[in-house]
Every structure is written in structure tokens, then in C-alpha cells.
């Protein structure tokens, strides 16, 4: 069974770093693409940044370019989404999400369309 449970949140002042953690179970990285989404109050989900061994790739949503990272653990099945220079604009619930991967499909795709599994979300709260 595929579990993510997400980590991490919590209140920053902008200008700040927060990493968060998605700890995974039942799936192996190289088999998956693993993506970070985010949904602030009112707003629809947006996919942050995604992962795909499809196309070697990763996507990275236009708002987030040059601040949040992506990296992995294999041998903890740990992602973290490091966020850097945080803005009042990224307070939202954060969620990691993941998919079998398709070699037809991009990271952009994924980030666009969601993937399959979802964790819980974990809230950020970034002050002005």
C-alpha cells in the first residue's frame, strides 16, 4: 500500500526557509514520480514542482523558480522540498503526492493533471 505523510509545516516569516518531508512507503523511487502540490484558502491546487524518470526532468511551477529545491533519501524514502526567500504568497496547505510513472508522461504533466496517491497536506504560513 502506498502511504506519503508530509512534514515540516509551519509558520515562517517571509524571507525565510522551511524544509518539508514526505516520507514514503509501499513504492521505490526509481518506479515513481513524486511531485509537491499546494493549495491555498480559495485558490485551486497547484502543482509546485514534480519528478519524473519518464523524461529525466523536473518541472518547476513558474512562482517557485530558483526558491524551492527538490531532494531524496532513498535509503529513508524521504523527499524534501526545501523553500528558500519565502513569500506571504506561498501560505497554503502542502501535499506530496506520487504515481506509478508513464513513460508518456513529463513532469509537466504530472504537476498539471496530480498523480494518483496524496498525503495529508502539512500548512505554511508565511507572515509578512
Known amino acids: 500500500e502506498v502511504q506519503l505523510v508530509e512534514s515540516g509545516g509551519g509558520l515562517v516569516q517571509a524571507g525565510g526557509s522551511l524544509r518539508l518531508s514526505c516520507a514514503a512507503s509501499g513504492f521505490t523511487f526509481d518506479d515513481y514520480a513524486i511531485g509537491w502540490f499546494r493549495q491555498a484558502p480559495g485558490k485551486e491546487r497547484e502543482g509546485v514542482l514534480c519528478?519524473?524518470?519518464?523524461?529525466?526532468?523536473?518541472y518547476y511551477a513558474d512562482s517557485v523558480k530558483g526558491r524551492f529545491t527538490i531532494s531524496s533519501d532513498n535509503a529513508k524514502n524521504t523527499v524534501y522540498l526545501q523553500m528558500n526567500r519565502l513569500k506571504p504568497e506561498d501560505t497554503a496547505v502542502y501535499y506530496c503526492a506520487a504515481e506509478e510513472v508513464d513513460p508518456t508522461r513529463t513532469s509537466l504533466f504530472y504537476c498539471n493533471y496530480g498523480m494518483d496517491y496524496w498525503g495529508k497536506g502539512t500548512l505554511v504560513t508565511v507572515s509578512s
Open positions: 519528478i519524473s524518470s519518464s523524461d529525466g526532468s523536473t
